[in-house]
C-alpha cells in the first residue's frame, strides 16, 4: 500500500485507552467496489489464544453490520486529529444513504489482505481476520449503570479478529 510500512504487531507502540476512546477509528469491512465504514471509539487490542488480537463492537441496525457478517476480514484504520470531521461524519450518516467516504474527504483504498478496504489518509491500519464474535447479554452485566448504553435493547455483537497486518505511515 502506498505510504504505508507493515510492522510487526508486537512493535505497535500506541495508548489504547486514547487511541481508541479519544480519538476513535473507522470500522470497515467489505472491498473497496462494495465496503461500508463507521466510526467507532469502542474496542480493544491485546492477546487472546496465543495471538495478537482487535475486538470491536457493532449494533445490529448499523449497516456496517451486514458486511461484518458477510465478510472474512476488516480493517481498523487511525487518522490524525486534523481528520476529526471525517470520523464524525462516519459516525452519524449511514451507508445506506450517502457514500461516506466520499462526503468525508476520504479515499478508499484496498488493504493489504484481499476483500479489505482502508483509507490513504490514515496513519495506522490494522487488518483483522475474524475469529469469533460474541452478541452481548445483559444477563450478563453485572453493573446494572450498563443498562443504560441500551435504551432500545439494541445490544453490540462483538467482533474478535487475529492482527493480520498492521501498516503504519
Known sequence: MNGFKQID?????VRPFKLILKDWMLITAGPPEGFNTMTAGWGGMGALWSTHICFCVIRPQRYTYEFMEREEHFTLSFFEEQYRPALELCGSKSGRD???AAAAGLTPVPGVLPGTTCFAEARMVIECRKIYFQDVDPRN???PTIHEWYPEKDY?????GEVVNVLVK
Do not use: A, Q, S
Not at 9 to 13: A, F
Open 98 to 100: 450517502i457514500d461516506k
Open 141 to 143: 452485566f453485572l453493573d
Open 156 to 160: 453490540h455483537r462483538m467482533y474478535v
Open 9 to 13: 504487531p508486537e512493535d505497535l507502540e
